[in-house]
């Protein structure tokens, strides 16, 4: 899916149609992002998650994965803000819920 998603994202930029762009853009970094994780690369995972969300900031699932890209390599603070902007986009997103309420158990500090 990331060849497709990049070959989109270069298809749209030629048009000059640069948010669709950016979209598939976005999803290219994070199939490579979950790739990689899946392969072990965590702190390069973190890399691909976060140019994904750059290039589209209202993609929900690239923030979830920044997150948990960010937890498994112990970067517990940033895991937690790419979980709220997760639950800022989809506040009803149980993944990222639970991820916030596992790092800060207090549930007062959960909701976004």
């Known amino acids: 899916l990331k060849r497709v998603h ?5 298809s749209f930029a030629a048009t000059g149609d640069a948010g669709p762009a950016a979209a598939h853009l976005a999803r290219g970094h994070y199939f490579v992002g979950r790739d990689v994780l899946q392969a072990g ?10 140019a994904a969300v750059r290039h589209d900031p209202g993609f929900v699932a690239g923030w979830f994965y920044l997150g948990e890209a960010r937890r498994l390599s112990g970067a517990r603070a940033g895991a937690v803000e790419a979980y709220r902007e997760c639950l ?25």
């Open 88 to 112: 800022r986009r989809n506040p009803d997103h149980g993944r990222a819920l639970a991820a916030i309420a596992l790092l800060e158990p207090d549930p007062a500090t959960v909701a976004p």
């Open 6 to 10: 990049h070959a989109l994202a270069q």
């Open 41 to 50: 690369g965590r702190a390069e995972a973190v890399n691909y998650f976060a």
